[in-house]
């Protein structure tokens, strides 16, 4: 794999993955290696959730892929493939998730 930089363990983040977490958490390669781990391994999958962020990742489609795995760590859920972070996105707060599905309804 020719994009992807390793790490210390099995995980792996490709580059559009270090492109995503400098762009949205201001992570730079060396702290975003160290907290990929905690990530993977202390996140919260989709199936463990409630209430409004499950509802809002439902929504969004996040888990119909069987290949993805989406795991949820602070404000933003992380999406990995074979374990390799493909992306980051953030969880918008319970305002901003009425405010959109207001629209839409």
């Known amino acids: 794999m020719k ?4 790490n210390d363990s099995s ?14 958490n201001g992570w730079n390669r ?3 290696d160290r907290m990929i781990k905690r990530i993977y391994f202390n996140g919260s999958h989709p199936d463990d959730l ?3 962020i499950k509802q809002w990742i439902e929504r969004k489609g996040f888990g119909d892929s069987e290949t993805n795995e989406y795991i949820v ?14 992306t980051a996105y953030n969880i918008p707060c319970r305002a ?9 309804a």
């Open 3 to 6: 994009d992807v930089y390793m």
């Open 11 to 24: 995980i792996k983040i490709s580059i559009h993955g270090y492109e995503r977490l400098k762009e949205r």
């Open 30 to 32: 060396k702290t975003a």
């Open 50 to 52: 409630r209430g409004f």
């Open 73 to 86: 760590y602070g404000d933003y859920i992380y999406i990995f493939k074979n374990k390799v972070l493909a």
């Open 96 to 104: 901003q998730i009425k405010k959109l599905y207001k629209k839409c």
